[in-house]
């Protein structure tokens, strides 16, 4: 601390009692000497970043001694303007020693580097071709690359070519023919179909092939199209050279030349033989299909008038009988003796039950057979509550229904339905008053209704029984009805594309549960009336008060 305080002590007189203290004198020392130092500070700082930038620069450390000598110029000039004001002769002098150590250095090394900066030309000019040189050897390495990179996707492209001309053998009847016609390639599916080998067929013509199947005008049109460089499609059946045909599902592309003109055809055959005798069956099978819908449109019509035979013929002599074994018995009741009363009573009954039986086949007969409209359930199952009012108010019965759409069906079927399980559910009670509630939800493309009710239940092992014509549970005593009823439902929804089921145990109540599919009308060999939105009835409507 001390040694600074000498180095730095004003012990001497200032320049500028030697400059008299003039101002012009004064100020125009401090001026060029403060000009001077600050151009000398510059000059490092733009060496210095010179140096930094280019790194590859050669003899860098004589810029760096250069930098150095001019920032120690720039300080003596510096200390000059110091020294106007201040006597800090021996920091000055300090300052010049350096300066002279570094100038000295910097001369030193500036005598060693002129041979080598006077042969500095002759090497940019070597380095400049090493350059080059380098240039070129990374542009042949890129290029070398580049030719491997090609090679390699080209072997690749080649080998996926030669696997989907595998694939493509494998799965199709190829052949290559030139601009004549002639076969130039064939592989072995096409030797295998045609049962003729490669050197049978290289060189041929197609005409080889040739089944007398197909036209003239066939043939013209195919090399037509080909000839006008477009692809030819369709199908062909040809000859085996044993003499059997096959069909094939022929595609012909043409390949063009460099002048733009079809060199060759490729033709790339599929077997539909087996498909072509599937179609000649389906064909034999429509045939016969239509001639036995014939018959059963005869059998219908037959079964018709059978149906207008039983509804009047048979049912006159029977509603004779019927009157007068009713007459017999309220004439003659209590003349004859006890037998005589209880034998006509039963021929009374028979002839009633008969005339109910003939009836119930009717309406079954003619069930699903009528047009079909577009039908509010909804106000469906107001009328069927409507109809069944007297029987719900003596059994004290409560039905409820949800929210039911408009479903594809005919009006009356559609309400015979509801109202048979309705009806069922009231009749087929326990002791508790029935408890009855209709709900239906879309399920897919088709409505699932479902009837419930709290009843004596059905037996799981009957659930499929009891859709069939006269299948009963109980007898008349217990419950009346002749056991139709549900296999009428069962046709109706059958018919409408839909199913029937029931989910019961015995004494635990049912739910009977049938599907209609959604706004579908299943009977597509009926067509709707312009005039009224409706399918053409071909039956008479079915009788809705009919039970099971």
């Known amino acids: ?29 401090v001026i060029s000497d403060g000009l001077i130092a600050l151009s000398y500070y510059c000059i490092p700082v733009v060496l210095f970043y010179f140096i930094r930038k280019n790194r590859d620069l050669p003899f860098d450390r004589i810029f760096w001694m250069f930098g150095t000598f001019i920032l120690a110029c720039g300080t003596t000039h510096l200390m000059e303007v110091w020294n106007v004001w201040h006597g800090s002769y021996l920091v000055a002098g300090v300052i010049k020693a350096i300066t002279a150590a570094v100038s000295v250095i910097t001369v030193a090394m500036l005598v060693q580097l002129v041979p080598k900066i006077i042969s500095l030309p002759e090497q940019m000019h070597l380095r400049e071709v090493n350059g080059g040189l380098e240039r070129e050897i990374a542009e042949r390495k890129r290029a070398e690359e580049a030719l491997k990179e090609s090679l390699a996707t080209s072997e690749t492209a080649l080998r996926e070519l030669a696997n989907q001309k595998f694939a493509l053998d494998e ?48 043939f013209q049109q195919m090399y037509r199209t080909i000839g006008n460089g477009q692809v030819w499609r ?39 033989t087996e498909r072509k005798r599937a179609e000649d069956e389906i064909l034999k099978l429509n045939y016969e299909l239509k001639r036995r819908v014939e018959e059963l449109a005869r059998s219908n019509a037959d079964l018709e008038q059978f ?181 009428i439902c069962k046709k109706i929804v059958e018919h409408c594309g839909g199913r029937i089921w029931v989910e019961s145990q015995a004494g635990r109540g049912s739910v009977f549960k049938f599907t209609i599919p959604c706004d579908v009308a299943v009977d597509t ?23 099971r």
């Open 234 to 272: 369709g199908e062909m059946r040809n000859r085996a050279k044993d003499g059997s045909l096959y069909w094939v599902d022929a595609t012909i592309v043409p390949f063009a030349g460099a002048d733009g003109r079809p060199r060759q055809h490729v033709a790339i055959h599929a077997d539909i």
């Open 307 to 487: 149906a207008y035979i039983a509804s009047h013929d048979l049912q006159e002599p029977l509603r004779m009988v019927a009157a007068y074994t009713q007459l017999l018995a309220e004439r003659y009741r209590g003349r004859l003796d006890e037998n005589a009363d209880k034998f006509i009573g039963y021929a009374c009954e028979g002839a009633l039950r008969m005339q109910s039986l003939i009836q119930d086949l009717l309406v079954f007969s003619r069930a699903g057979r009528n047009g079909c409209v577009r039908v509010d359930c909804g106000a469906v199952i107001q009328e069927i509550l409507l109809s069944l009012g007297p029987a719900i108010k003596e059994s004290g019965a409560v039905v409820t229904h949800g929210t039911l759409p408009a479903v594809w069906a005919n009006r009356s079927q559609i309400t015979q339905v509801l109202q048979n399980l309705i009806g069922n559910a009231i009749k087929f009670r326990g002791k508790e008053p029935p408890l009855i509630s209709v709900q239906a939800e879309k399920t897919g493309q088709q409505w699932l209704f479902s009837v419930s009710d709290n009843g004596i239940g059905i037996p799981q092992e009957h659930a499929e029984n009891i859709f069939v014509v006269f299948q009963r549970l109980h007898t008349r005593a217990e419950y009346p009805g002749n056991g139709i009823g549900l296999a």
């Open 1 to 29: 601390m001390r040694f600074l305080q000498q180095l730095l002590s004003p012990d001497f007189m200032p320049h500028g009692f030697c400059y008299l203290w003039d101002p012009r004198i004064v100020w125009l020392h």
């Open 171 to 218: 799965h199709a009847i190829v052949a290559v023919t030139d601009i004549q016609g002639a076969i130039t390639y064939v592989n072995e599916k096409f030797c295998a179909i045609s049962q003729y080998s490669k050197e049978e067929l290289i060189g041929q013509n197609h005409r080889i092939l040739n089944s007398g199947y197909h036209s003239k005008e066939f």
């Open 525 to 547: 060999r009926l067509a709707v009336s312009p005039e009224t939105g409706q399918v053409p009835s071909l039956q008479s409507e079915l009788n809705p008060q009919a039970v």
